[in-house]
Protein backbone atom coordinates (compact mmCIF):
# COMPACT_ATOMS: atom_id res chain seq x y z
CA UNK A 1 0.00 0.00 0.00
CA UNK A 2 1.31 3.33 -0.90
CA UNK A 3 2.08 6.10 1.80
CA UNK A 4 -0.94 8.11 2.57
CA UNK A 5 -1.31 10.98 3.64
CA UNK A 6 -3.23 12.50 6.88
CA UNK A 7 -5.08 15.49 6.39
CA UNK A 8 -6.20 16.88 9.26
CA UNK A 9 -7.77 20.80 9.30
CA UNK A 10 -6.02 23.80 10.65
CA UNK A 11 -8.15 24.28 12.68
CA UNK A 12 -8.48 20.67 14.14
CA UNK A 13 -4.61 20.67 14.39
CA UNK A 14 -4.70 24.09 16.21
CA UNK A 15 -6.46 22.65 18.97
CA UNK A 16 -4.63 19.17 18.54
CA UNK A 17 -1.30 21.23 19.13
CA UNK A 18 -2.26 24.01 21.73
CA UNK A 19 -0.46 26.24 19.37
CA UNK A 20 -1.96 29.19 17.93
CA UNK A 21 -2.58 29.39 14.20
CA UNK A 22 -0.27 32.38 13.54
CA UNK A 23 2.78 29.95 14.88
CA UNK A 24 1.41 27.38 12.70
CA UNK A 25 1.00 29.08 9.56
CA UNK A 26 4.74 30.37 10.08
CA UNK A 27 5.61 26.68 10.36
CA UNK A 28 3.83 26.32 7.14
CA UNK A 29 5.31 29.19 5.48
CA UNK A 30 8.81 27.68 6.36
CA UNK A 31 7.65 24.46 4.73
CA UNK A 32 8.62 22.97 8.48
CA UNK A 33 4.48 21.15 7.77
CA UNK A 34 3.18 20.68 5.14
CA UNK A 35 -0.15 21.70 4.06
CA UNK A 36 -2.87 22.39 0.90
CA UNK A 37 -5.67 24.83 0.46
CA UNK A 38 -9.23 23.41 -0.88
CA UNK A 39 -11.22 25.94 -1.15
CA UNK A 40 -11.28 28.23 1.91
CA UNK A 41 -9.97 25.69 4.35
CA UNK A 42 -6.51 24.83 4.68
CA UNK A 43 -5.09 21.33 5.63
CA UNK A 44 -2.54 20.57 7.75
CA UNK A 45 -0.38 17.06 6.77
CA UNK A 46 -0.29 15.38 10.20
CA UNK A 47 3.02 13.42 9.70
CA UNK A 48 5.03 16.67 8.88
CA UNK A 49 2.63 18.70 11.63
CA UNK A 50 4.39 16.30 14.30
CA UNK A 51 7.74 16.12 12.88
CA UNK A 52 7.87 19.57 13.20
CA UNK A 53 6.14 19.47 16.43
CA UNK A 54 9.17 17.18 17.94
CA UNK A 55 11.78 19.17 16.00
CA UNK A 56 10.50 22.04 18.10
CA UNK A 57 9.97 20.56 21.23
CA UNK A 58 13.54 19.32 21.09
CA UNK A 59 15.20 22.38 20.18
CA UNK A 60 13.25 23.68 22.98
CA UNK A 61 14.58 20.96 24.97
CA UNK A 62 18.10 20.94 24.24
CA UNK A 63 18.16 25.01 24.67
CA UNK A 64 16.33 24.66 27.74
CA UNK A 65 18.41 22.11 28.56
CA UNK A 66 21.85 24.26 27.76
CA UNK A 67 20.97 26.94 29.84
CA UNK A 68 20.53 25.10 33.04
CA UNK A 69 16.33 26.30 33.36
CA UNK A 70 14.34 23.25 34.75
CA UNK A 71 11.84 22.41 32.07
CA UNK A 72 7.66 23.14 33.29
CA UNK A 73 5.85 19.92 33.46
CA UNK A 74 2.81 20.64 32.07
CA UNK A 75 4.75 21.94 29.02
CA UNK A 76 6.06 18.87 28.52
CA UNK A 77 2.84 17.42 28.87
CA UNK A 78 1.17 19.31 26.92
CA UNK A 79 3.48 18.16 24.19
CA UNK A 80 3.39 14.89 24.53
CA UNK A 81 -0.13 14.42 24.72
CA UNK A 82 -0.10 16.85 21.72
CA UNK A 83 1.60 14.27 20.03
CA UNK A 84 0.06 11.49 20.80
CA UNK A 85 -3.37 12.48 19.89
CA UNK A 86 -1.62 12.98 16.45
CA UNK A 87 -0.24 10.12 16.50
CA UNK A 88 -3.61 8.58 17.49
CA UNK A 89 -5.39 10.69 14.07
CA UNK A 90 -2.92 9.41 12.22
CA UNK A 91 -3.43 5.73 12.99
CA UNK A 92 -7.03 5.60 12.95
CA UNK A 93 -6.92 7.53 9.36
CA UNK A 94 -4.30 4.83 8.39
CA UNK A 95 -7.18 1.92 9.68
CA UNK A 96 -10.10 3.11 8.01
CA UNK A 97 -7.86 3.34 5.31
CA UNK A 98 -7.23 0.50 4.91
CA UNK A 99 -10.99 -0.72 5.88
CA UNK A 100 -11.41 1.03 3.00
CA UNK A 101 -9.36 -1.06 0.96
CA UNK A 102 -10.81 -4.17 2.40
CA UNK A 103 -14.34 -3.00 1.65
CA UNK A 104 -13.34 -2.26 -1.88
CA UNK A 105 -11.78 -5.54 -2.58
CA UNK A 106 -14.30 -7.54 -0.92
CA UNK A 107 -16.94 -5.75 -3.20
CA UNK A 108 -14.85 -6.15 -6.16
CA UNK A 109 -14.35 -9.77 -5.75
CA UNK A 110 -17.99 -9.94 -5.15
CA UNK A 111 -18.87 -8.07 -8.50
CA UNK A 112 -16.22 -10.61 -10.44
CA UNK A 113 -17.78 -13.86 -8.85
CA UNK A 114 -20.61 -12.66 -10.07
CA UNK A 115 -19.78 -11.17 -13.48
CA UNK A 116 -18.37 -15.35 -14.09
CA UNK A 117 -21.74 -16.66 -13.01
CA UNK A 118 -23.03 -14.69 -15.35
CA UNK A 119 -20.52 -15.81 -17.63
CA UNK A 120 -20.55 -19.08 -17.49
CA UNK A 121 -24.88 -19.41 -17.69
CA UNK A 122 -24.33 -17.34 -21.31
CA UNK A 123 -22.42 -19.83 -21.66
CA UNK A 124 -24.48 -22.62 -21.15
CA UNK A 125 -27.71 -20.94 -22.75
CA UNK A 126 -25.53 -20.72 -25.97
CA UNK A 127 -24.56 -23.99 -26.14
CA UNK A 128 -28.35 -24.95 -25.87
CA UNK A 129 -29.10 -22.63 -28.18
CA UNK A 130 -26.52 -24.47 -30.46
CA UNK A 131 -27.57 -27.86 -29.63
CA UNK A 132 -31.29 -26.40 -30.81
CA UNK A 133 -30.28 -24.60 -33.70
CA UNK A 134 -28.19 -27.86 -34.91
CA UNK A 135 -31.35 -30.13 -34.20
CA UNK A 136 -33.85 -27.97 -36.20
CA UNK A 137 -31.31 -27.69 -39.07
CA UNK A 138 -31.20 -31.51 -39.19
CA UNK A 139 -35.42 -31.52 -39.15
CA UNK A 140 -35.33 -29.14 -41.51
CA UNK A 141 -33.03 -30.75 -44.14
CA UNK A 142 -35.37 -34.08 -43.04
CA UNK A 143 -38.40 -32.27 -44.23
CA UNK A 144 -36.65 -31.09 -47.72
CA UNK A 145 -35.91 -34.26 -48.28
CA UNK A 146 -39.07 -35.79 -47.59
CA UNK A 147 -40.89 -33.34 -49.98
CA UNK A 148 -38.56 -33.83 -52.38
CA UNK A 149 -39.43 -37.49 -52.41
CA UNK A 150 -43.07 -36.88 -51.54
CA UNK A 151 -43.07 -34.56 -55.20
CA UNK A 152 -40.85 -36.94 -56.85
CA UNK A 153 -43.50 -39.94 -56.57
CA UNK A 154 -46.06 -37.46 -57.21
CA UNK A 155 -44.15 -36.30 -60.90
CA UNK A 156 -43.86 -40.06 -61.41
CA UNK A 157 -47.63 -40.59 -60.87
CA UNK A 158 -48.34 -37.90 -63.52
CA UNK A 159 -45.84 -39.30 -65.56
CA UNK A 160 -47.23 -42.74 -65.99
CA UNK A 161 -50.61 -42.12 -66.68
Do not use: C
Not at 51 to 58: I, M, P, S, W
Not at 93 to 113: Q, R, V, Y
Request: no cysteine.
Amino acid sequence: MENATTWVELEEFVKLSGLDEAKITELISEGSIKSKKDGEKTFVDATSGVGALVKKVESNLVSADMSGKELDPVFVEKTISTILGLHDKVISAKDETISAFKNENSFLKDALISMQEVYDDDKKTMETLRLELEKAREEIEFMKRKYRLMWGKVANMTETK
